[in-house]
């Protein structure tokens, strides 16, 4: 059986002890395994206070961020690849505090319109970062998850594919993929394909949510076609939902 998560903003706004505290009282009520905590500001995280409320609730800790420009490792600028560095390693270590064996999202660049294509120099940034974090994620246990996102969000990768080509590119590491069928509806033919490209061995987290991130059931995404591919491929790994529609 796949552990079931869900995304902590689908029910709050911010990751205050407070906040973290009620939603997972909800989150465990409700009856889901995972709680996904995107790391809105990882410095802020009180983790002493919140790996203590994930075990009170007996919820699994996940944790997710988006980089943004100015932590953009995918950039050609050295001072914000740093910074992104930083963030990232930052990161880490929260996820490894709370007690969370999975660190996904994007990760890979920023989480951003972009008006032109990646280039090679940032690209290799990006690639050179993720392998150092990856061999810091490994010692502790900690996979990392690469989001495929689409186009409006990066220009590293947007479908499952590039992902591929990414995670090849990065050379022997235990690197993961994260797909999400938000996403997938924008860039990939259908569901099947993109899930049976990535494999079981690489698929590290999946995200479904509807196409408009709102009420499940109430738009297009063929989740019949989605879980039997994740099915057909014996994904073991967590299954978290995302919504940002109150
Ligand atoms: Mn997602």
Redesign the pocket.
Known sequence: MNKIGV?ALTFIGDIENQSIEKCLSQVAKIGYDVMELPLLNPDALDTRFVSKAYEKFNIEPTVSLGLSYKTDIASEDQDRVKLGRELLFKALEKTIDVGSSNLC?VIHSALQKNDAPKTKLGYENSLSVIRDLAKKAEQNNVTLSL?V?NRYETNIMNTAEEAMDYINDLGDTNVKV?L?T??MNIEENNYSEPIKKIGKDKLGMF?F?ENHRGYLGSGHINFEETFKSLKEINYSGIITF?SFSS
């Open positions: 995304h999202g989001e996102v994260h999400d938000y996403h995200h949510g995302e």
